[in-house]
């Protein structure tokens, strides 16, 4: 027979894997000390290559079992139970380390049972077993003294201060990881480890300074070792430790740097406690939905793993984040975490449970009971600056509920006192906010302001150091309540000043991603520009190419009741934008500015006859602050939030009644009926502004909320709709107005866009009478309407009419599309255009419809079309009559073109095609729908 060596048979196993590995070795030939070098070698290359070190392991295990040496079979199965625990295989890991020990015991084999029980303990640990894996850790150092192992002693000390940590005693964990590294014969990688598990201990400790060195210092050392899989886990902590301090972009950096790496091997626990660390963060900066879904994942996945530890942080994670919402379910899900920790003996987990209780409590509207709980914690979190501000919060808040806001006061400044030790910005700002409504309850409204003033800074330069948009939307849109406060208090102090303050406040908390977008740009992925991000690159290119295919099939005489089609270009949309924050978390990229502009620069933009009016929510009414040449007023309107919902909702409805008839046949009791729904909104949202506007005829609205879905020019008051006064223009943001007018009217031309078909057979002749009137403009029909056509028309066009289908999506805004003659081009696609500052129209339907999430932050293709650099955009609300559009925009170019195709002009031209059909006494539904968007 041809024999074999063992390395040959390693190799032929790791073709196969490990769970088929050969159990015929017959052929193989070794000695005794090549088989115990392959052991320590295969037992090490579990924290390089974990698939491999299993495989090398199972082969190891059948070869000493053929050798029969009691001593190469313990270590080999001690060697295999230790990668089977990082391939989170606990159940296996026990049974064969077990076998280990007893082999090792029968022959009088202390330093082998004793390598096996040190095995045993991180088995017993990771499935929550901590009494059991004390015992075996401190019956293992017993051993090892015993053989005067010093140095298998020391590694003993860290696997039992491992144990101590986990049981909450972190002082206890901090000594024995001590003593483990006082021994000096570690190599580097025992020593990173023993690092990394100190900065745990630490971390837990609230000692968030020493642990960020031990971190940093154990992931650089093992990265030298390429050690990859224990550096992930040291990234890993490192993450959490940035996040719990509230250093959010460092901390998704880091934590993109470790996911990349779990998502690839094969323990899938780890990747959970990753998952589970990630989505702290993702709760911290507001992205509540996004934190929930990796919670339950990583749940899922630490559960299939039998990580009990784990699996109570996840739901404690979980707990935290429904808690304001969803209270009932918070303390569901609160009880299963504390049953496990009771199961651990894990006292700090557990208190940390019963302050997540107490803000459940609170939120359900139960201060006292919210008192007690965070009282009852005191002990417990002495001595953790973390911990105990969040504790001392919720007692502020329930105190402040209870009238005793004196006492808030005190414990509000002891909480900041103790945020300012561990360095947690996120935390402090919160308690500034608490602060400050202890303040007001105790009549210090100075005090109050400088609280929010530096709470609102806070926010600013947080959200101005994350990558991804959608983030620093949702953190502005997560502390809104620290704007909103700040906003209120100004106003209540009157005079021109304040005011001046309070609109400069809401302007920053309001359509940040769009301004920053601005500022930023979109997330690269140019070949030559994505580094290590190549993966995640291509994954983003798929999933866009997904997205195109879906709307390949896409049939815009049903789109409201495709929903499997629905469905299908919702998950592509959130899955791209999954892709792009993940790739903007995973660079560092340049901070964004914090100025915004001041009231005197807006001031400064418009003439005597213009005016700006930003409405704004406070917690009881609405705000419209009102910004002209002259200066700014702030004016407090009758209209509740309620009211405003039921009114704008009682709007639209009666405009959309108006639809099933074609513009010439409404009835008088339909105008009636849209007259009266107008009138009421008007009355809600605009008649209290009718003194502040004297001798203006152009208004700019910023609206907030449902009004971003509202017509403004149609709305009635005093018995006029506001058009017939006013040139009526709309904007995302006060600070857009600025940015639009500074772009230079820099296009030559007039591109003309008309793709009919048998759903909107007008298209074509509205391009045809559009083209008469523009002559010298390129008309694209037919074939020559594709997107790569338009693409390089665009890049150098005053004007780009876009006569085509539209589609918006209600669930996923930046997946909204209009059709040309080969494709759809989602807004994403728009973004990539080079807009010389032109007028864009688009006559399709919804092309003005937004959504608007986190801080009235709009999603579009409004947003896509300035991004891309338009002047100014002329955009629909809704799908009105074929034929009344197409006579709409035929009225308003006759009228634009009598001066120039300008901003300017198409404005002018929109309110006279409106105010003709208004004379004619057309129902708003056949000419409201378009609304001039720009400066």
């Given at each position: 027979?041809?024999?074999?060596?063992?390395?040959?048979?390693?190799?032929?196993?790791?073709?196969?894997?490990?769970?088929?590995?050969?159990?015929?070795?017959?052929?193989?030939?070794?000695?005794?000390?090549?088989?115990?070098?392959?052991?320590?070698?295969?037992?090490?290359?579990?924290?390089?290559?974990?698939?491999?070190?299993?495989?090398?392991?199972?082969?190891?295990?059948?070869?000493?079992?053929?050798?029969?040496?009691?001593?190469?079979?313990?270590?080999?199965?001690?060697?295999?139970?230790?990668?089977?625990?990082?391939?989170?295989?606990?159940?296996?890991?026990?049974?064969?380390?077990?076998?280990?020990?007893?082999?090792?015991?029968?022959?009088?084999?202390?330093?082998?049972?004793?390598?096996?029980?040190?095995?045993?303990?991180?088995?017993?640990?990771?499935?929550?077993?901590?009494?059991?894996?004390?015992?075996?850790?401190?019956?293992?150092?017993?051993?090892?003294?015993?053989?005067?192992?010093?140095?298998?002693?020391?590694?003993?000390?860290?696997?039992?201060?491992?144990?101590?940590?986990?049981?909450?005693?972190?002082?206890?964990?901090?000594?024995?990881?001590?003593?483990?590294l006082a021994f000096e014969g570690h190599n580097a990688v025992m020593r990173a480890q023993i690092?990394n598990n100190l900065g745990e201990a630490l971390l837990d400790a609230g000692d968030f300074m020493?642990?960020?060195?031990?971190?940093?210092?154990?992931?650089?050392?093992?990265?030298?070792?390429?050690?990859?899989?224990?550096?992930?886990?040291?990234?890993?902590?490192?993450?959490?430790?940035?996040?719990?301090?509230?250093?959010?972009?460092?901390?998704?950096?880091?934590?993109?740097?470790?996911?990349?790496?779990?998502?690839?091997?094969?323990?899938?626990?780890?990747?959970?406690?990753?998952?589970?660390?990630?989505?702290?963060?993702?709760?911290?900066?507001?992205?509540?939905?996004?934190?929930?879904?990796?919670?339950?994942?990583?749940?899922?996945?630490?559960?299939?793993?039998?990580?009990?530890?784990?699996?109570?942080?996840?739901?404690?994670?979980?707990?935290?984040?429904?808690?304001?919402?969803?209270?009932?379910?918070?303390?569901?899900?609160?009880?299963?975490?504390?049953?496990?920790?009771?199961?651990?003996?894990?006292?700090?987990?557990?208190?940390?449970?019963?302050?997540?209780?107490?803000?459940?409590?609170?939120?359900?509207?139960?201060?006292?009971?919210?008192?007690?709980?965070?009282?009852?914690?005191?002990?417990?979190?002495?001595?953790?600056?973390?911990?105990?501000?969040?504790?001392?919060?919720?007692?502020?808040?329930?105190?402040?509920?209870?009238?005793?806001?004196?006492?808030?006061?005190?414990?509000?400044?002891?909480?900041?006192?103790?945020?300012?030790?561990?360095?947690?910005?996120?935390?402090?700002?919160?308690?500034?906010?608490?602060?400050?409504?202890?303040?007001?309850?105790?009549?210090?409204?100075?005090?109050?302001?400088?609280?929010?003033?530096?709470?609102?800074?806070?926010?600013?330069?947080?959200?101005?150091?994350?990558?991804?948009?959608?983030?620093?939307?949702?953190?502005?849109?997560?502390?809104?309540?620290?704007?909103?406060?700040?906003?209120?208090?100004?106003?209540?102090?009157?005079?021109?000043?304040?005011?001046?303050?309070?609109?400069?406040?809401?302007?920053?908390?309001?359509?940040?991603?769009?301004?920053?977008?601005?500022?930023?740009?979109?997330?690269?992925?140019?070949?030559?520009?994505?580094?290590?991000?190549?993966?995640?690159?291509?994954?983003?290119?798929?999933?866009?190419?997904?997205?195109?295919?879906?709307?390949?099939?896409?049939?815009?005489?049903?789109?409201?009741?495709?929903?499997?089609?629905?469905?299908?270009?919702?998950?592509?949309?959130?899955?791209?934008?999954?892709?792009?924050?993940?790739?903007?978390?995973?660079?560092?990229?340049?901070?964004?500015?914090?100025?915004?502009?001041?009231?005197?620069?807006?001031?400064?933009?418009?003439?005597?006859?213009?005016a700006v009016v930003a409405y704004w929510w406070l917690p009881d009414c609405l705000v419209a602050?009102?910004?002209?040449?002259?200066?700014?007023?702030?004016?407090?309107?009758?209209?509740?939030?309620?009211?405003?919902?039921?009114?704008?909702?009682?709007?639209?409805?009666?405009?959309?009644?108006?639809?099933?008839?074609?513009?010439?046949?409404?009835?008088?009791?339909?105008?009636?009926?849209?007259?009266?729904?107008?009138?009421?909104?008007?009355?809600?949202?605009?008649?209290?502004?009718?003194?502040?506007?004297?001798?203006?005829?152009?208004?700019?609205?910023?609206?907030?909320?449902?009004?971003?879905?509202?017509?403004?020019?149609?709305?009635?008051?005093?018995?006029?709709?506001?058009?017939?006064?006013?040139?009526?223009?709309?904007?995302?943001?006060?600070?857009?107005?600025?940015?639009?007018?500074?772009?230079?009217?820099?296009?030559?031309?007039?591109?003309?866009?008309?793709?009919?078909?048998?759903?909107?057979?007008?298209?074509?002749?509205?391009?045809?009478?559009?083209?008469?009137?523009?002559?010298?403009?390129?008309?694209?029909?037919?074939?020559?309407?594709?997107?790569?056509?338009?693409?390089?028309?665009?890049?150098?066009?005053?004007?780009?009419?876009?006569?085509?289908?539209?589609?918006?999506?209600?669930?996923?805004?930046?997946?909204?599309?209009?059709?040309?003659?080969?494709?759809?081009?989602?807004?994403?696609?728009?973004?990539?255009?080079?807009?010389?500052?032109?007028?864009?129209?688009?006559?399709?339907?919804?092309?003005?419809?937004?959504?608007?999430?986190?801080?009235?932050?709009?999603?579009?293709?409004?947003?896509?079309?300035?991004?891309?650099?338009?002047?100014?955009?002329?955009?629909?609300?809704?799908?009105?009559?074929?034929?009344?559009?197409?006579?709409?925009?035929?009225?308003?170019?006759?009228?634009?073109?009598?001066?120039?195709?300008?901003?300017?002009?198409?404005?002018?031209?929109?309110?006279?095609?409106?105010?003709?059909?208004?004379?004619?006494?057309?129902?708003?539904?056949?000419?409201?729908?378009?609304?001039?968007?720009?400066?």
């Amino acid at each position: 027979m041809e024999t074999r060596t063992l390395q040959d048979a390693l190799d032929a196993a790791r073709c196969v894997g490990w769970a088929a590995a050969p159990g015929d070795v017959a052929d193989v030939r070794f000695d005794r000390t090549e088989l115990l070098e392959a052991v320590e070698a295969a037992r090490d290359m579990a924290h390089q290559d974990l698939d491999r070190s299993l495989v090398d392991c199972n082969v190891l295990c059948i070869l000493a079992d053929r050798d029969g040496d009691p001593g190469a079979r313990a270590r080999a199965r001690s060697a295999f139970g230790h990668a089977l625990n990082y391939a989170n295989r606990f159940d296996e890991a026990s049974k064969v380390t077990i076998e280990g020990a007893e082999i090792a015991h029968s022959a009088g084999d202390a330093v082998g049972e004793a390598r096996a029980r040190m095995t045993l303990v991180h088995t017993y640990a990771r499935l929550g077993r901590l009494g059991k894996a004390l015992v075996e850790a401190l019956e293992a150092r017993a051993l090892f003294d015993k053989a005067g192992e010093t140095g298998w002693a020391a590694k003993t000390d860290m696997n039992a201060g491992i144990i101590r940590r986990m049981q909450g005693d972190h002082a206890g964990a901090v000594d024995l990881f001590r003593r483990s590294l006082a021994f000096e014969g570690h190599n580097a990688v025992m020593r990173a480890q023993i690092r990394n598990n100190l900065g745990e201990a630490l971390l837990d400790a609230g000692d968030f300074m020493q642990a960020e060195r031990e971190f940093r210092a154990s992931a650089d050392t093992l990265e030298g070792e390429q050690a990859w899989r224990l550096a992930a886990i040291g990234r890993g902590n490192l993450a959490d430790l940035l996040g719990r301090q509230g250093r959010l972009p460092e901390a998704l950096q880091e934590f993109e740097r470790a996911r990349r790496y779990f998502e690839n091997d094969s323990a899938t626990g780890e990747l959970g406690r990753i998952l589970t660390e990630q989505a702290d963060v993702l709760r911290l900066l507001g992205a509540t939905d996004e934190a929930c879904a990796a919670y339950r994942r990583a749940y899922a996945l630490l559960v299939q793993a039998g990580l009990r530890a784990e699996q109570a942080r996840a739901l404690l994670g979980l707990g935290a984040a429904v808690a304001e919402d969803d209270p009932e379910c918070a303390r569901g899900v609160l009880d299963e975490a504390s049953t496990i920790l009771e199961e651990l003996g894990n006292h700090t987990g557990l208190a940390r449970s019963d302050v997540l209780r107490a803000r459940a409590e609170l939120a359900a509207g139960n201060p006292e009971g919210a008192l007690r709980l965070a009282e009852g914690v005191a002990d417990r979190t002495a001595g953790n600056p973390a911990d105990a501000s969040g504790a001392d919060a919720v007692r502020a808040e329930a105190l402040i509920a209870l009238g005793r806001s004196a006492d808030a006061v005190l414990i509000s400044t002891n909480a900041l006192g103790q945020t300012e030790l561990a360095g947690m910005p996120d935390m402090r700002a919160s308690l500034l906010r608490v602060r400050a409504a202890a303040y007001r309850g105790v009549g210090n409204a100075n005090a109050a302001l400088a609280d929010l003033r530096a709470g609102v800074d806070a926010i600013d330069r947080a959200r101005s150091a994350l990558g991804a948009d959608r983030y620093r939307a949702a953190i502005t849109h997560q502390r809104r309540g620290v704007y909103q406060e700040l906003v209120g208090l100004l106003l209540e102090q009157e005079g021109p000043e304040a005011t001046a303050e309070a609109f400069s406040a809401a302007e920053r908390a309001r359509c940040r991603g769009l301004i920053d977008q601005l500022d930023t740009g979109a997330v690269s992925t140019d070949p030559t520009d994505i580094g290590d991000d190549a993966e995640l690159v291509a994954t983003l290119q798929d999933h866009r190419r997904r997205l195109s295919v879906e709307y390949s099939r896409f049939d815009p005489a049903k789109p409201h009741t495709d929903e499997s089609w629905r469905n299908a270009v919702r998950a592509s949309e959130h899955a791209i934008t999954a892709m792009e924050s993940r790739l903007a978390s995973s660079r560092v990229g340049r901070a964004l500015g914090l100025e915004t502009p001041t009231p005197e620069m807006l001031s400064a933009c418009l003439s005597d006859r213009e005016a700006v009016v930003a409405y704004w929510w406070l917690p009881d009414c609405l705000v419209a602050f009102v910004v002209r040449d002259t200066g700014i007023t702030g004016v407090r309107l009758i209209a509740t939030s309620d009211e405003t919902d039921a009114a704008v909702e009682s709007a639209l409805f009666q405009i959309r009644r108006g639809l099933t008839r074609p513009s010439e046949q409404g009835s008088g009791r339909r105008r009636g009926g849209v007259d009266r729904a107008l009138r009421s909104l008007g009355e809600l949202v605009w008649d209290g502004l009718e003194g502040t506007l004297e001798g203006v005829n152009r208004v700019t609205v910023v609206p907030t909320g449902v009004l971003h879905a509202v017509p403004f020019a149609c709305v009635r008051t005093a018995g006029y709709s506001l058009v017939e006064r006013y040139e009526v223009s709309t904007l995302p943001s006060a600070e857009l107005l600025s940015v639009m007018r500074a772009r230079p009217a820099a296009g030559t031309s007039e591109v003309i866009v008309g793709v009919p078909d048998r759903a909107a057979p007008q298209i074509e002749s509205e391009a045809a009478a559009i083209s008469a009137v523009l002559p010298g403009g390129a008309l694209l029909e037919g074939e020559s309407a594709d997107w790569e056509t338009v693409r390089a028309h665009a890049s150098h066009a005053r004007l780009l009419h876009l006569a085509c289908h539209g589609t918006h999506q209600p669930d996923a805004p930046l997946a909204s599309a209009i059709r040309l003659a080969d494709r759809w081009v989602t807004a994403r696609d728009v973004m990539d255009l080079k807009l010389p500052g032109s007028v864009v129209v688009l006559s399709g339907c919804d092309t003005g419809r937004v959504g608007a999430s986190f801080g009235d932050d709009v999603h579009g293709l409004v947003r896509a079309f300035v991004v891309a650099g338009a002047g100014a955009l002329v955009t629909t609300l809704w799908p009105a009559h074929d034929r009344a559009t197409r006579e709409l925009i035929e009225d308003l170019y006759a009228h634009a073109s009598s001066n120039a195709i300008t901003p300017g002009g198409v404005r002018r031209g929109l309110a006279a095609a409106q105010r003709t059909r208004i004379h004619a006494g057309l129902h708003p539904a056949h000419w409201a729908h378009l609304t001039y968007v720009g400066g």
